[in-house]
């Protein structure tokens, strides 16, 4: 519980969920993320006495206890949250943010008109939330991504470690059969210098705790105190 425990005295950043990028007031761009694994791995770093702020898109799953909850719902809205919420001394982005967004939003439903022509839109990208974080000014001194792939996961993460500037990479395969998304289970292959890690298909909760545990190891190599001094 917070106040005690290795991670004591230390600020943790965590996001999970979706997105949602409007397209009208009615209809949005989103993603199966459910924020279960987010949610857990909140849970696990405040049961080893951090404190978490937990930036949240519109997940299935409720927000955990005793974590400062910050509930969004854009990809805007959620890098403003971040940057809000940093200084941190740990950066865990979970969240499945949305690639895109759609450039003007209609202030009102959009209805068919009778041509059979869909609407047009227009879709600009979204901010990058891991390199900014990553490549910021306040970059936290460890800051792990995710990477939900359906096909070369291990490629297409160790790409990503590299093009982002994060220490690690979370990497899962959420293929159609998996189960993943949205699932209780999650099959992982943890990316970071050192290589790939493949870790047995799990419980999101036992997920989380490893997780926990190698975030505590590698800030104790680190050698440096939540407030910068020697540990």
Known sequence: AFGGGPLAGRHVLVTSGPTHEPIDPVRYIANRSSGAQGAAIAVALRDLGARVTFVTGPAAV???SGVTVVAVETAAEMAAAVAAALPADVAVMAAAVADWRVVNPGGQKLKKDGSGA?????FAENVD??????????????VVGFAAETVDVVAHATAKLARKGCD?????DVSPGT???GGAENAVVLISAAGADAWPRMGKDAVARRLGLLIVEALRETGVGASGGDI
């Open 129 to 142: 939330i891991l390199a900014q974080v990553s490549q910021g000014p306040t970059r936290p001194r460890l």
């Open 118 to 122: 869909p609407p047009v839109l227009e």
């Open 62 to 64: 409720a927000p955990p």
């Open 168 to 172: 690690w990479i979370v990497a899962n």
């Open 179 to 181: 189960g993943i998304m």
